[in-house]
């Protein structure tokens, strides 16, 4: 036999027993000539037609096959010849019927029993039937035949033939099914039935339809299609069969997987080499005269779907390590394999050729993985090739790996940490690359960053450069990555990253911050200073608040510090997004204790630096209103802001624990509330000169524009107060202290906290009423001047009251128009309260006039003649007592010029009278709605001062007997006695019975008393033509029964006097002296005197407590006292010191 029939021996005509015995040797022994023999034989045998996109000519396969195996022309001749002088191949057929639809009906019921006849119109003696499948016009069979083949190939044809299956009954069986007939075609179609088989005695099979399929259509690689059913005298399709079929052959299935596993690898590194394809492009596409090589080869070896799978997979894998091809092949080859391998159809040898290929495949999957960040994240390829990564891991990871199999081998797997449970599993290495990875980038991230600047300052910015690139690692994870890790293998890719990079910053950054953070420098300054600020540990400065010029320390340090805080907050956050359950177990996730010691510092930098930025925005403030809605300026807005500023900057520190968070809100509250004052400050300041008016003729003050939008500023910023503080989160914080602490602690410091903001509310409250009362006092000798003058001139010359008017209009209009309603209220108030005060300085002036004019004249009398006096004693007194005068007036609220018209002269009533008509004027002028005219307590008394000073003599004598009659009506236990009586008008007479008197004070020295009562009418001067009644003596008693009527008649008008009073008066007569000796005395107003016919006897009585003078600083009194020159007044006076001889109304010591 010659060589060509030993290789032919190889391959074909092989007994099955004796095939198994020499396969493991023939895998062995093969040479690249025998399987080039091979495939040539199978290139001039080529079976079936050609597949899709692999169409090649017998001329171009035997060409690419020569080039591919590198094969001489010589060479390739011999071996040609050879392969031409073997006998055609023995090829099967392999024909699955799946199953068919819509096929004609031909029973009477409207259904059909089908079965299938196949066999090829070479040999149509051999036949082959399929099973039955009763009343159903869409049978399923899913049944398998194979068919020889002879060598006319290309002419041959398949032949499919549908039956409809009759089962031979009888006619009494036929007539049973009448009730099973469907429409009147199917019971044609019975009664046909009926009429043959009475006849014939039988029925036979009909046919359906056919189909003929040329055996030249069928492609080497198989297919899978549905075919048409026809019928000679049919032109409607009689319904579709499902058919599969594809060659095959004998040859034993290891020396052919072996064989194309050759084959492939040769095949492949051709094309790699040919078409110089990038790395992991390559996706299982060879080309065409290739792929016409491979499918022949398939076909003609019989080998499966699964064998030609596993050996690609087997080959592909091998050759990835070297030359990448994509990972989305591996994927589609382990669809094929993936089924049979967990279904346990594929042998135990290729089981092994299977992992055999996983192993090669795995390192080249996982360093992927760990490569990942040399990748441009979020391109379209390198997520493609992730996620066909991701694929394959999940895919392996599914399957069982054999005991036999070390998956991950220690010399490959290097960067592995083994596992104490036994072998590591797909997903365990799939997290420790990950982590590999991620601690590999953190190495890069350290050594391309590398701090050489050894200053706490560079550190610091070192460690946050740290913190954002692996958080930017984090992101990028997040956003491309996570979701094909999570998504395929159910994989928390991102978290599994955090986990190492929070170990490792924080093994990084908290021994540096706890350091930076014990030797930081505290920022001490005073925001009430304009000279120097001082900073512990010896550093001075010197700027408009005394700022350090340190820009590195402390304050860029600090502002350092909380970026590094900020930066390593976000990257917490991060985490607990990506472990909102288990995130507190991190190490990082209590880095905010790190920074505890920093935290005053901050607070400290943005409370001066909120300082600074508010001193500035008032120095730029031109103190106009920003537009047309508001009533405030830029300063104010700027203000705000900053305020703002500070929120956001305790927004982003986010401190978690709320005892923290308490103490650190506080001190934000308690500088904001300083801020605020060093504002108002600030803004008084800059319009203390504003509205200086200065001409040939007067210098005086007029408000400007500045001083009503500096007002405006400090109230818009003292209500922004409460609003921001409630926006620092402050209730939220008192509800976790009670959470976690007590209720009552909790209340206790929201107390604390409120009385710091309620302060710091009243102290900017007050700035406010402070410049009001300033522009008011810068008001008030233009006022002051202007009244005066209209006191002197009030019925001689309008023009004073006139200036004073328009005075008032044009500042009260700039008021009224510039500030708000609260203010402008405000205003008037204290413009009214200072007038008041003004006016009562010059009341008080005059009566110390008076005492003063009084005390030269006594001592007049007691040093010199009634003529002569000293030339320089009035002047000495007069200086002595102005010394004294200067003491009741404050020197703040008089200008020397209000002081002077003061000091000039002693004012007659007239005077006052004047005044008090010109304060009228101007209540009536700006309280037009007389409501609450007299908000002003000083307002209200000096009103009535001055109406009390402007009294005629007599008016004043009336008004003391008035104030006498409104100290009784006080009394409630009477000390002096009591009188009673009663009184009655009975039209214009007055008819009053005295009935008696008890507990009288005893006068004489047996300790009794002669009482008597003098009854008088007050005013005097209004009955001066009335009797004045007197009841008889009685002696020695204490308990007097008086027991007298008097009937006294009045005119007209002095019945109808205002304020009358009926004056009782008892003495007790003496005998031996000039005087009797006053006992007491007690008023009773006509007001309390029934005007009524009823006699008498019938009216109540009226008990009156008696007094006696007790006082000397009554009003009318005073006022009396200062008209030392008024006869009336002084002997007035002297009638009331003689009740009360025990008191001295002036004592000369």
């Known amino acids: ?42 290139i001039l045998h080529n079976v079936g037609g050609c597949d899709v996109g692999c169409e090649a000519g017998q001329l171009a396969m035997l060409s690419y096959v020569q080039d591919a195996f590198k094969i001489s022309n010589d060479k390739h001749k011999e071996l040609l010849t050879q392969a031409e002088a073997k006998e055609p191949p023995e090829l099967m057929l392999n024909v699955e019927l799946v199953e068919a639809k819509d096929l004609v009906p031909k029973d009477p019921n409207g259904l059909s029993d089908p079965f299938v006849t196949i066999y090829l119109m070479s040999n149509s003696s051999h036949r082959y039937n399929t099973s039955v499948k009763s009343s159903t016009l869409n049978p399923v069979w899913e049944e398998y035949f194979s068919l020889p083949m002879r060598e006319n190939l290309q002419e041959d044809s398949l032949c499919l033939e549908v039956w409809d299956f009759d089962p031979a009954e009888t006619v009494k069986e036929k007539m049973t099914k009448m009730f099973e007939v469907k429409g009147v075609k199917g019971f044609r179609k019975l009664m046909k039935e009926i009429a043959i088989t009475a006849s014939y005695g039988k029925h036979d099979n009909e046919l359906i339809g056919t189909a003929n399929i040329p055996l030249k259509s069928i492609p080497a690689s198989g297919m899978t299609m549905w075919f048409n059913l026809s019928k000679k005298s049919k032109l409607r399709r009689q319904g579709v069969v499902k058919v599969r079929l594809n060659f095959s052959s004998e040859k034993n299935s290891q020396v052919a997987a072996q064989e194309h596993r050759h084959l492939l690898r040769i095949m492949l590194l051709h094309e790699l080499e040919n078409s110089k394809v990038a790395p992991y492009w390559w996706c299982g596409n060879f080309s065409g005269p290739a792929e016409a090589i491979l499918t022949q080869h398939v076909a003609q070896s019989g080998l499966s779907p699964t064998e030609n799978a596993l050996a690609q997979w087997s080959v592909y894998c091998s050759l990835t390590v070297d030359h990448p091809l994509s990972f989305a092949l591996f994927n589609m080859l382990l669809e094929k394999i993936t089924k049979p391998l967990q279904s346990g159809l594929i042998k135990e040898e290729d089981v092994k050729l299977f992992w055999d290929g996983a192993k090669k495949l795995l390192p080249t999957c996982f360093g992927q993985i760990r490569k990942l960040r040399k990748k441009t994240a979020g391109d379209n390829t390198v997520m493609k090739t992730l996620r066909e990564v991701m694929k394959i891991l999940y895919k392996l990871s599914m399957l069982d790996v054999p005991d036999s199999v070390d998956l991950f081998p220690s010399n490959v797997y290097g960067w592995l940490r083994s596992n104490d449970k036994g072998r590591l599993t797909i997903h365990e290495v799939l997290n420790q690359a990950a982590i590999q990875g991620a601690s590999d ?242 803004m008084s300041g800059r319009v203390d000169n504003a509205g200086r008016v200065s001409t040939v003729f007067e210098e005086r003050f007029e408000v400007t524009s500045e001083w009503c939008v500096a007002i405006n500023n400090i109230d818009y910023v003292r209500q922004s107060l409460e609003p921001f503080v409630e926006e620092l989160g402050m209730d939220d914080i008192i509800q976790r202290l009670c959470e976690c602490k007590s209720p009552v602690e909790a209340q206790r410091c929201k107390d604390t906290l409120q009385c710091v903001i309620a302060n710091a509310i009243d102290t900017v409250k007050n700035k406010i009423v402070e410049i009001l009362e300033i522009m008011v006092k810068k008001m008030m000798p233009s006022i002051t001047r202007f009244l005066m003058e209209g006191a002197e001139l009030l019925h001689q010359d309008c023009s004073s009251m006139d200036r004073v008017m328009r005075y008032l209009e044009a500042n009260l209009d ?72 200067t003491r009741y007036i404050d020197p703040r609220r008089l200008t020397k010029s209000a002081a002077a018209n003061l000091d000039a002269k002693r004012r007659p009533p007239s005077f006052f009278s004047n005044l008090h008509e010109c304060l009228k004027i101007m209540i009536r002028s700006f309280r037009q709605d007389n409501k609450d005219i007299y908000s002003s307590e000083t307002l209200k008394r000096v009103e009535y001062l001055l109406k009390l000073h402007g009294m005629e003599t007599r008016e004043l004598i009336h008004q003391y007997h008035l104030e006498r009659w409104q100290e009784q009506q006080a009394i409630n236990e009477p000390k002096m006695g009591i009188l009673t009586v009663r009184a009655q008008f009975i ?163």
């Open 1 to 42: 036999m010659n060589g060509t029939a030993t290789l032919r021996t190889k391959f074909r005509g092989v007994k099955k027993e004796l095939l198994e015995r020499q396969t493991s040797l023939l895998i062995q022994s093969m040479t690249i000539d025998e399987l080039y023999l091979e495939i040539l034989y199978e």
């Open 814 to 885: 700039t008021l009224y128009q510039q500030l708000n309603n609260d203010n402008f209220s405000r205003t008037l108030d204290i413009v009214w309260e200072q007038l008041g005060e003004v006016l009562y300085e010059l009341i008080q002036a005059n009566l110390e006039k008076e005492k003063l004019a009084t005390r030269i004249r006594l001592l007049r009398r007691r040093y010199f003649d009634k003529n002569k006096v000293s030339p320089n004693s009035n002047y000495l007194l007069f200086r002595h007592r102005k010394a004294k005068i």
């Open 441 to 682: 980038w953190f190495v890069h991230i350290l050594d391309n960053n590398e701090c050489k600047d050894k200053e706490e300052e560079s550190r610091l910015q070192h460690l946050i450069r740290v913190i954002q690139l692996v958080r930017s690692d984090l992101q990028r994870a997040i956003e491309y990555h996570d979701r094909v890790f999570i998504e395929v293998m159910n994989f928390p890719y991102s978290k599994a990253l955090y986990g190492l990079y929070e170990s490792k910053i924080a093994s990084l950054v908290e021994p540096e911050v706890i350091e930076v953070c014990k030797s930081l420098k505290r920022l001490n300054y005073n925001e009430g200073s304009t000279t120097s600020v001082h900073l512990a540990g010896g550093l001075t400065g010197a700027t408009g608040l005394g700022a350090p010029r340190v820009e590195d320390e402390p304050l860029a340090m600090g502002t350092t510090l909380f970026e590094l805080y900020l930066a390593l907050q976000r990257f917490l956050t991060l985490g607990q997004g990506l472990n909102e359950t288990d995130w507190s177990s991190y190490a990082i996730s209590k880095f905010h204790w790190w920074f505890f010691g920093g935290v005053a510092q901050w607070l400290d930098i943005a409370a001066y630096k909120a300082l600074t930025r508010i001193e500035k925005a008032v120095d730029l403030d031109p103190l106009t209103v920003i537009d047309s809605t508001v009533k405030y300026s830029s300063s104010a807005v700027d203000t705000l802001q900053i305020f703002y500023q500070i929120k956001i900057f305790w927004t982003q520190l986010a401190w978690p624990d709320v005892e923290g968070s308490y103490t650190f809100v506080a001190k934000i509250i308690d500088d904001i509330c300083r801020c605020c004052v060093f504002y108002s400050d600030r």
């Open 987 to 1149: 039209e214009d007479n007055l008819k009053l019975e005295i009935l008696n008197a008890r507990n009288l004070v005893a006068t004489d020295s047996n300790g009794l008393c002669d009482s008597y009562v003098r009854v008088g009418l007050l005013p005097e001067d209004s009955f001066a033509n009335v009797m004045k009644p007197k009841t008889q003596t009685h002696n020695k008693n204490l308990f007097p029964l008086y027991d007298e009527m008097f009937l006294i008649p009045l005119s007209h008008e002095q019945r109808r006097v205002r304020d009358g009073l009926l004056h009782f008066a008892i003495k007790d007569k003496d005998m031996f002296s000039v005087t009797n000796a006053f006992v007491g005395e007690a008023y009773l107003s006509f007001g309390d005197v029934p005007d009524t016919v009823a006699p008498i006897s019938s009216l109540q009585q009226q008990h009156l407590p008696l007094t006696r003078p007790s006082a000397i600083d009554g009003d009318a009194i005073k006022a009396l006292e200062s008209r030392q020159g008024d006869k009336q007044a002084r002997e007035f006076l002297k009638k009331q010191r003689q009740k009360m001889p025990g008191k001295q109304f002036f004592s000369l010591s």
